[in-house]
């Protein structure tokens, strides 16, 4: 009777039984959070939006304004898997698109751009530093400035007078994936020389 069943409600009846809207996902997150293996999202409380890698390689905030509780199963240029143990400072992380198999990276003009592992992975490492209010500030030591996010979407790493507002971001945790720790340990022996 079970493949009767099946067979009366047809391959569209299927579809359409459980076919759901997005859930939401993740979890506001102390700093404390930005660990080796979990997968995040990184939202700008200054101009509510979320952080992402799009498929061509560019990041931006452009997926538009949003509430930082409306993170969905749908949002995958905004998850990133958090790599440590990228160095000899335990504050230092690189940031992994698993939607788009590329890292975070910052380019010699201050524009952030997602890529391949390349020999100077210095360009892939960020300082994680945190404010009195619990926002995370990404310092790239390659070019010497902080991550910054602009009101209209656009993302790069900003020196000189600004809002530092724009330099803060607010962790989403969305989960922990297990296999992370041997991907950041091929990570680390693959593309970092610790002395």
Request: with cysteine; hydrophobic share 35%; charged share 20%.
């Amino acid at each position: 009777t079970g493949a009767f069943a099946l067979g009366a409600l047809g391959t569209y009846g299927i579809a359409k039984a459980f076919k759901s809207k997005p859930q939401r996902i993740g979890h506001l997150a102390g700093p404390a959070f930005l660990k080796d293996g979990n997968v995040v999202a990184f939202y700008s409380p200054e101009h509510n939006r979320f952080l992402r890698l799009t498929k061509d390689n560019k990041v931006d905030g452009f997926g538009g304004k949003i509430s930082y509780d409306r993170l969905t199963t749908e949002f995958n240029s905004e998850r990133f898997l958090v790599v440590g143990h990228v160095s000899n400072n335990p504050n230092e992380v690189a940031l992994y698109s698993i939607s788009h198999k590329s890292f975070l990276k910052v380019d010699c003009d201050d524009t952030l751009v997602g890529g391949a592992p390349i020999n100077r992975s210095e360009q892939e490492i960020f300082q994680v530093r945190n404010d009195e209010n619990g926002n995370i500030n990404f310092y790239s030591p390659f070019v010497g400035k902080y991550v910054r996010m602009h009101p209209d979407g656009s993302v790069d790493c900003g020196a000189g007078e600004h809002n530092k507002a724009w330099e803060n971001f607010i962790l989403i945790v969305i989960t922990a994936v297990a296999r992370c720790e041997m991907d950041s340990a091929l990570y680390a022996k693959q593309h970092v020389t610790v002395a």
